[in-house]
């Protein structure tokens, strides 16, 4: 690690004041274009321990950049893993203030609640459905720091993968006899439909997703604890909204979660 613990913590209060003060930044390997994987995520804990010593609780985790629609928008090729805190969620059907935003997008996510922990390496998607508790919809309103929404894998890490919102709701199903590959995904702004995915834009099925995140926690030698909310990563691509707009996602067979930007 070329950088020291003094501008780690610098990077992530420069993160965290651009998410506070609504002010983005430019991204953070303009100036450290060397910054390993490491580091990248060494920015992302210090961001979350700032949050949590403001109060935040922790109440998941996500993958990002899991589906080709996203890596092409993005222009990136690996998925990355955040955290989601309390402060981000927001209930089905409710209100997200646009002012307390940069540039919100929203994408459409399938989401796991585990029953038991996974531990990598070699976690596969047999583990994942085996340890799943129940799946449910979920939207994930992103918003990165850096200017124009223009960034790279290790700066989008350090960002905390532009976690901003997420609004989870609908009908959780178990998943014997969900075929999660084949799941229709049709997303509406202000009844237009703009987006459409089937669970197998994310990775080819949503549950190698999470499978993913427990090896990169295994590599840490860590796991993914029993009770674990875990978005798997946007199926469709992230549509830009403002204030005014309604966003409905309807899912085949778990129901339907909408929001609305104020
Ligand atoms: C990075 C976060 C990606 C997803 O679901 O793919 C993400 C970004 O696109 O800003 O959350
Ligand atoms: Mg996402």
Same mark, same amino acid.
């Given at each position: @690690?070329?950088?020291?613990?003094?501008q780690i913590l610098a990077l992530a209060e420069l993160l965290d004041q651009a998410e506070e003060g609504c002010r983005p930044v430019a991204k953070i390997t303009n100036a450290h274009p060397d910054m390993d994987w490491a580091e990248a995520y060494a920015v992302q804990h210090a961001l979350k321990r700032r949050k949590e010593a403001r109060g935040a609780r922790i109440v998941g985790i996500k993958a990002g950049l899991t589906s080709f629609a996203k890596m092409k928008? @993005?222009? !990136?090729v690996?998925? !990355?893993m955040g955290f989601l805190t309390d402060q981000g969620a927001v209930p089905d059907g409710g209100a997200i203030d646009t002012a307390k935003l940069i540039h919100p997008r929203v994408e459409a996510e399938i989401a796991f609640v585990l029953k038991t922990a996974l531990r990598g390496p070699g976690c596969h998607i047999g583990e994942v459905l085996a340890a799943t508790d129940f799946v449910l919809p979920a939207a994930e309103v992103i918003d990165s720091r850096y200017q124009d929404f223009k960034f790279d894998l290790k700066s989008v890490i350090a960002d905390n993968t532009s976690a901003a919102r997420f609004v989870t709701g609908g009908q959780s199903r178990n998943v014997p006899g969900l075929d999660l590959k084949n799941l229709g995904i049709v997303m509406e702004k202000n009844g237009e439909v703009i987006a459409t995915a089937a669970g197998s834009a994310v990775l080819g099925h949503p549950a190698l997703s999470v499978a993913m995140l427990a090896n990169m926690a295994g590599e840490r030698g860590e796991e993914i604890p029993a009770g674990t909310f875990i978005m798997t990563g946007g199926a469709t691509e992230a549509v830009a909204v403002s204030a005014g707009d309604c966003v409905t996602i309807r899912y085949q067979h778990l129901g339907s979660i909408s929001m609305r930007f104020i």
């Open positions: @690690m070329a950088l020291t613990e003094s928008q @993005m222009g !990136v690996e998925p !990355v």
